[in-house]
Every structure is written in structure tokens, then in C-alpha cells.
């Protein structure tokens, strides 16, 4: 990859990368329900997130370039996870999902 990714906690700073992130082309074609695409719902969730919830982003370059989630949900759901849920696509063919999983 040639840059330092680092994994790491979710933090309410992240919403506007993840903002930028979600109005990418190549996300878009990948995701089957769109959100509102305000940085406001993304904060929202971000704020909405308990210790129970396990969501990280890959940061490189200061800038997080993906995001992955195991939230804690009820009944059959309980545990379900999104791993990983959103990565930009130069850093998805460079191996970046394997990294989320690794880590």
C-alpha cells in the first residue's frame, strides 16, 4: 500500500471524511439504500453510537479512507456486523478490507 493505514475507534471528527466519502461515485454504485447524504445524520449516528457498538475507521494520511461496524442489535440480530461497510475504492483494491478484518 505504501501509506500507514492505521485502524482505529470512530470518532465524532470522522464525520465529514465519511461524509465525503458516501457522495463518492464508486460508493454510490455500491450501496444499495442511500442515506440523506447530510453531515449532520453522520454525526447523529456517530453521537448515537454506545460502548457496546464496535465501529472503527482506517485513517491514512489523516484522512479516514474506510469504515467497518459491528453493532450490537437485538433478537436475532444481536450481533450482526458490517465489515467493512464503506472503503474507497483505491483503497479496497489495495487490500484494505483484509487489513479491518486482520486487525
Do not use: W
Amino acid at each position: 500500500m505504501g501509506e500507514e493505514i492505521k485502524i482505529r475507534p470512530i470518532h465524532i471528527n470522522d464525520a465529514r471524511d465519511i461524509h465525503d466519502m458516501h457522495r463518492q461515485d464508486s460508493i454510490i454504485q455500491q450501496t444499495m439504500a442511500l442515506s440523506s447524504g447530510r453531515l449532520k445524520d453522520i454525526e447523529d449516528y456517530i453521537e448515537g453510537l454506545t460502548k457496546e457498538d464496535d465501529v472503527f475507521v482506517a485513517e491514512c494520511n489523516g484522512h479516514v479512507r474506510g469504515i467497518a461496524s459491528l453493532e450490537e442489535r437485538s433478537g436475532k440480530l444481536r450481533y450482526s456486523g458490517m465489515c467493512p461497510s464503506l472503503l474507497m475504492k483505491k483503497y479496497k483494491e489495495e487490500g484494505l478490507a483484509r487489513r479491518f478484518l486482520s486487525e
